[in-house]
């Protein structure tokens, strides 16, 4: 075996060495919980009861949405992104990237793609040989180009994406309340043991660490699920918040943000009764997501232009557009206008775009 394979495969084992720590932690809180405090510590058979209830209840949610997170494979762009044959190689006959970009350009012609590099070049993957639909990205670490890429995560071993974005903030939801419910449950135990109002026996240690490391969790894990949330609403990935997405019209961090309760749809669904689930609903196939830069007033477009002279070149400049039936994404259903009320947003007509 070549060296190299060897270290690819050493690779993909420690890869999983953080989620084997999350594994281990959860697997021995489950049992400092139920054994060592409910079973040999609470004496009050209702407490343990009731207890138990409402522990396992959101130890079930908290495994099966981390169990999600980490077995949903990331979802990847379809076969119309791929270069033809032909396309193919004469893209790679061809030296300058002049020539190159025209050859892309005629392939995205007909593609719903409406942003490009920073550098106004058509977004195009060398290593999966294919045309990045919008906000897709590629994953050096799962070596695939991924849909609504937000990160790759390694407490979960996977990229962050169209695929399970939901499943994720769920995890992160769901842990925090799993935290919380035992840090809050353990502490009066906590205090006992510390007071000694409690026997001196080997339950008290576990009790003791059961709610520093909840407690640590928590703290650490609110952060993340607020900032994501944050994400939720403006909709954006954490790579969009670093870098805007560039359309026609220059850069703009709020190009894919339809409004707070549409963002939110987005992700979770039209129903709501399986927004708490970690099921699939988001809305969207993955490639095409409503944009409100897709379509710009022409009049509009044009005092922009007058006011900005530096930007008139890309509001004028060819760019492959394709309208996209509305029928493919539900959030403009009933709607012909999106309305921003952010300080610096303004009313547009709706579009859709392609993204992860």
Known sequence: MAPSHVLKCCQKVLAW????FIALVVAWSYYAYVVELCVFTISSTAEKVVYL????LS???FVWSYGKTIFTSPATPSNEFCLSKADKEQYEKEERPESQQEILRRAAKDLPIYTTTASRAIRYCDRCQLIKPDRCHHCSACDVCV???DHHCPWVNNCVGFSNYKFFLLFLMYSLLYCLFVA????QYFIKFWTNELPDTHAKFHVLFLFFVAAMFFISILSLFSYHCWLVGKNRSTIETFRAPTFRNGPDKNGFSLGCSKNLREVFGDEKKYWLLPIFTSLGDGCNFPTRLVIMDPEQLTVSSQNEPA???VANQSFPTRPLSESQNRLLSGDCQWVETGPEEENVKSGFCNTF
């Not at 060495?17 to 084997?20: I, K, N």
């Not at 809050?184 to 502490?187: E, S």
């Open 147 to 149: 849909l609504k890429m």
């Open 311 to 313: 930007k008139s070149s």
């Open 17 to 20: 060495v953080p989620v084997a």
């Open 59 to 61: 130890f079930v949610m």
């Open 53 to 56: 209830v409402v522990f396992h």
């Open 184 to 187: 809050a449950t353990v502490l």
